[in-house]
């Protein structure tokens, strides 16, 4: 299950994504994918206020997604027509 937050601090907002793994389901069986667990978020209510305790800037850099498989390249490839 997915959930959003959507913080507001003075003139800045923060958006912040929380992904849960309700079911492994298929990954119990496909070792091939290597899931990071789960990033659960605080219980909210919408509109409701919430104290900053603690505000810390840090730097980084993006990283470039995971390589394709040969299936998946073939895949894309003939989907779009090439």
Do not use: C
């Not at 509109?47 to 894309?76: K, W, Y």
């Amino acid at each position: 299950a997915e959930s959003r937050i959507e913080v507001t601090v003075g003139d800045e907002t923060f958006n912040a994504t929380g992904l849960t793994v309700v079911e492994e389901n298929w990954l119990e069986v496909y070792p091939y994918v290597k899931w990071k667990g789960s990033t659960e978020l605080p219980p909210v209510v919408l509109h409701q206020r919430v104290r900053v305790t603690e505000l810390m800037m840090s730097s980084g850099m993006t990283e470039p997604p995971e390589l394709l498989s040969e299936a998946e390249l073939i895949d894309l490839m003939d989907k779009n027509h090439i």
